[in-house]
């Protein structure tokens, strides 16, 4: 990997802030001792296992759980009829946590049973007896929305989840004045999150009747509040502790009954337990994964390349429940207007129901399959014109002070830098100018939210930083750990403001009983909105010690600074110059009449709009922008693609941590390339067939390209530091550089994902027999 050179931040004399910061959770992740869900032990710890519907629709004619029960070692078994009967989701409460009259789609949960051990649990669960009615299924948008198709809801008619549509500007007169009309038809794919940890929970009723819930979610306030609704419980009664999470990706946001069943297991049981997802149960109903779309973009330019108008239609498969899926569309149909300064833009966006595994979150949200459409159709503009596309895009390119047509505000922007970044690094304009037979080039742009309000009219958070009389700081935060390095960049914020090593800095799991609140990992917004809070928290701290160390030294507050963990009177020459510790001001402010610990409190609300019904609304306070270029061979015999050099250039404004920042951009682009040629299952009567991993291929070590790395000189004002998201623009828009590669090389576009050998081998194939 090769990196470029950047300034890191427009603030002077930093000492932490834009350094390579190891990871302080790294030592426990690596020698095993770090507690994961698996870990967790309570006295009399029970095991669970859920019997899933073998039917992608079905009626529940009668369930028998005698046998079951029966079985030596099993100390509950749960059925619908020991829930309270309610449904539950994020946006439409249309999930049952486990089905009662019908299932919906392959590995619906229908029953449950602890028991001493995991083996005796599963075995409980093969004698549960069920009498199925197979109904009619549909299995894909097209059954879906076939007159007369079977309802996945009866609430549902035509079998339309939700459907919003919207024009701002005018969109036909902004195509009667392009001189190039491009249009087409793109269909993304269902990715699954495929993270190393399944799903799972250990929950555990006290004698008060309240529950803990131990587990790996991203989000634990926000799955305290869904959890509790889904089990009828008031809010307060339910304790949420994340344990460590082994990859979340948006698969592990509070959307699905796992936490729910277990709580249920054990209420009944009287004992803790525990229910952990088999990897199998992980790809037929864990985690949401990402939502297959079909995009249909009309785009117009004049010859001189300005853009004058874009249409989409979006057709969405939300399986067979909603959780996240409205607003993965909405974002998906509203956030790429953002890129670009188009003067019209219109939208019919409609998901739909189908008798499949229910969609959600994943990396991106909804912004690769938008991607995938709108950026092949910018490469096809720019052949229609003849002109270079990295010259097209630049020049339609948002910079700061834009406003797009949704009223998405931008603060700050270096896209038309990322583009030239990225370009620079890949080589374009030499390679282009001395080609190479079946190679060939392609670019795609992206833009991603740092926090939005999904939630209610609210999208920040709360921290508080206390020091301590040793010269330590603690973070309490809500916000949690996914594995995205979060603790150690709110650190790094802490510590800068501060004046203390980072090293004296630490910060609290999150649990929902102790920690302050916060929305968790979603939308890239960590480090800018939970960011600015520890911020204002660590500047609270820091004044009461700077008031506290002026009583003692009897100086001017003005005259005071802090710098490696001492206080000191600026240019002040002897024993003053040398500075007091911070951990000698902090116990003396605290052991004295009338004294008191130093506690600073920030919050922080992300500058946004809660968008209305049409979207309209500025969606985030910030906007990370991203362009990525790739090189690619392909086997003119086989239509075997390689992607020989990626280069990907993000504007994320400060990088407050090299390392970190890299790591994720590597990562999402790794996930960028399994959705664009390798992930996909086999799919049969609404089962994706053998749901493991020796079938669902990941990109391996050996698949990964050359990567070059660079980070815009960017600089969000709103931002800790001028940082803003970093954490899921980068798998955006892989698949369609590496589509418009292909095209490049050999002249064929692939409008269907993942792009693989055969389709490619097709394409060129019907391609020579046209001519």
């Known amino acids: 990997m090769t990196l470029a050179s950047t300034r890191v931040t427009r603030e002077t004399e930093l000492s932490v802030i834009g350094k390579r910061i190891p990871r302080p959770d790294a030592p426990?992740?690596?020698?095993?001792?770090?507690?994961y869900v698996a870990d967790i032990q309570r006295t009399g710890l029970l095991h669970a296992a859920v019997l899933r519907s073998p039917y992608p629709h079905a009626r529940i004619r009668s369930l028998d759980v005698t046998a079951a029960l029966a079985l030596h070692g099993v100390?509950?078994?749960?059925?619908?009829?020991?829930?309270?009967?309610?449904?539950?989701?994020?946006?439409?409460?249309?999930?049952?946590?486990?089905?009662?009259?019908?299932?919906?789609?392959?590995?619906?949960?229908?029953?449950?049973?602890?028991?001493?051990?995991?083996?005796?649990?599963?075995?409980?669960?093969?004698?549960?007896?069920?009498?199925?009615?197979?109904?009619?299924?549909?299995?894909?948008?097209?059954?879906?929305?076939?007159?007369?198709a079977a309802l996945v809801h009866d609430d549902a008619p035509g079998n339309i989840t939700y459907h919003f549509g919207l024009e701002r500007g005018d969109v036909d007169a902004g195509f009667a004045r392009s001189d190039v009309v491009v249009e087409g038809t793109w269909e993304s794919a269902r990715q699954f999150h495929a993270a190393i940890e399944t799903i799972g929970s250990v929950a555990e009723w006290d004698l008060n009747d309240r529950l803990t819930i131990w587990t790996n979610t991203q989000t634990p306030f926000l799955s305290r509040g869904r959890y509790a609704w889904a089990l009828g419980v008031a809010e307060r009664d339910v304790r949420i502790i994340q344990t460590?999470?082994?990859?979340?990706?948006?698969?592990?946001?509070?959307?699905?009954?796992?936490?729910?069943?277990?709580?249920?297991?054990?209420?009944?049981?009287?004992?803790?337990?525990?229910?952990?997802?088999?990897?199998?149960?992980?790809?037929?109903?864990?985690?949401?994964?990402?939502?297959?779309?079909?995009?249909?973009?009309?785009?117009?330019?004049?010859?001189?390349?300005?853009?004058?108008?874009?249409?989409?239609?979006?057709?969405?498969?939300?399986?067979?429940?909603?959780?996240?899926?409205?607003?993965?569309?909405?974002?998906?149909?509203?956030?790429?207007?953002?890129?670009?300064?188009?003067?019209?833009?219109?939208?019919d966006s409609t998901l739909v129901y189908t008798n499949l595994v229910p969609t959600g979150a994943f990396r991106g949200f909804g912004s690769p399959s938008a991607d995938w459409a709108v950026e092949q159709a910018w490469d096809m503009a720019a052949d229609e014109l003849g002109m270079d596309v990295v010259e097209l895009l630049r020049m339609n390119a948002v910079e700061s002070g834009d406003v797009s047509l949704h009223n998405h505000r931008i603060t700050s922007c270096e896209l038309k830098q990322c583009i030239d970044k990225a370009a620079e690094l890949i080589g374009w304009h030499h390679k282009r100018a001395q080609r190479t037979p079946n190679r060939g080039l392609g670019i795609a742009c992206s833009v991603h939210v740092s926090g939005r309000r999904s939630f209610g009219d609210y999208d920040g958070s709360s921290a508080m930083v206390r020091l301590n009389e040793d010269g330590r700081a603690t973070i309490i935060s809500g916000e949690g750990e996914i594995g995205q390095g979060a603790g150690t960049v709110l650190r790094q914020i802490a510590a800068e403001e501060l004046g203390i090593p980072f090293e004296d800095v630490d910060v609290t799991p999150s649990d929902t009983q102790l920690a302050t609140h916060a929305l968790g990992a979603l939308a890239s917004r960590v480090t800018y909105?939970?960011?600015?809070?520890?911020?204002?928290?660590?500047?609270?701290?820091?004044?009461?010690?700077?008031?506290?160390?002026?009583?003692?030294?009897?100086?001017?507050?003005?005259?005071?600074?802090?710098?490696?963990?001492?206080?000191?009177?600026?240019?002040?020459?002897?024993?003053?110059?040398?500075?007091?510790?911070?951990?000698?001001?902090?116990?003396?402010?605290?052991?004295?009449?009338?004294?008191?610990?130093?506690?600073?409190?920030?919050?922080?609300?992300?500058?946004?709009?809660?968008?209305?019904?049409s979207r309209y609304g500025n969606e985030s306070g910030a906007y990370n922008f991203m362009a990525e270029a790739v090189e690619v061979e392909v086997d003119p015999e086989t239509g075997n693609v390689q992607v020989l050099e990626l280069a990907a250039a993000v504007d994320c404004?400060?990088?407050?941590?090299?390392?970190?920042?890299?790591?994720?951009?590597?990562?999402?682009?790794?996930?960028?390339?399994?959705?664009?040629?390798?992930?996909?299952?086999?799919?049969?009567?609404?089962?994706?067939?053998?749901?493991?991993?020796?079938d669902y291929k990941l990109p391996t070590v050996g698949d990964m390209p050359i990567i070059h790395l660079a980070f815009a000189e960017s600089y969000e004002p709103s931002g800790p530091f001028g940082a803003k998201g970093v954490g899921e623009i980068a798998v955006d828009g892989v698949p369609a550089a590496i589509a418009n590669a292909v095209h490049d090389a050999v002249g064929v576009r692939i409008t269907e994902l993942p792009i693989t050998a055969e389709k490619v081998y097709r394409a060129m194939r019907e391609r020579e027999a046209q001519r």
């Open 75 to 148: 100390k509950a078994v749960v059925t619908a009829d020991d829930t309270p009967g309610r449904s539950w989701g994020a946006f439409r409460k249309d999930q049952p946590v486990l089905a009662s009259d019908k299932v919906r789609y392959v590995g619906e949960e229908v029953a449950a049973v602890a028991a001493v051990d995991v083996e005796t649990a599963r075995e409980a669960v093969l004698l549960i007896e069920v009498d199925w009615e197979e109904l009619s299924a549909v299995l894909s948008i097209d059954e879906a929305l076939a007159d007369g």
């Open 28 to 35: 426990a992740k690596t020698r095993g001792t770090a507690q």
């Open 529 to 613: 909105v939970a960011g600015n809070a520890v911020l204002r928290a660590a500047r609270a701290a820091r004044q009461q010690l700077l008031e506290a160390a002026a009583v003692q030294l009897e100086t001017a507050v003005s005259d005071l600074e802090v710098r490696d963990g001492r206080v000191m009177v600026r240019g002040a020459p002897g024993a003053f110059g040398g500075g007091v510790l911070v951990g000698e001001v902090a116990r003396k402010r605290l052991y004295q009449r009338g004294g008191g610990p130093i506690l600073g409190v920030g919050e922080w609300d992300n500058p946004s709009d809660f968008p209305d019904e």
């Open 244 to 347: 460590e999470v082994g990859g979340g990706f948006g698969g592990k946001s509070g959307d699905d009954n796992n936490p729910v069943v277990c709580a249920l297991l054990a209420r009944k049981a009287g004992r803790a337990v525990q229910l952990i997802n088999t990897r199998e149960e992980e790809f037929l109903a864990g985690s949401r994964p990402r939502m297959p779309m079909r995009y249909w973009v009309r785009l117009g330019v004049d010859r001189d390349g300005h853009v004058q108008a874009k249409d989409i239609k979006v057709l969405a498969d939300n399986g067979a429940y909603t959780g996240k899926s409205i607003a993965v569309m909405g974002a998906a149909s509203v956030r790429p207007d953002t890129l670009y300064r188009y003067p019209a833009v219109r939208a």
């Open 653 to 694: 404004g400060t990088v407050l941590n090299p390392t970190l920042a890299e790591g994720q951009v590597e990562g999402a682009v790794a996930q960028g390339l399994g959705l664009a040629q390798s992930e996909t299952f086999a799919w049969s009567d609404g089962r994706p067939q053998n749901p493991n991993f020796g």
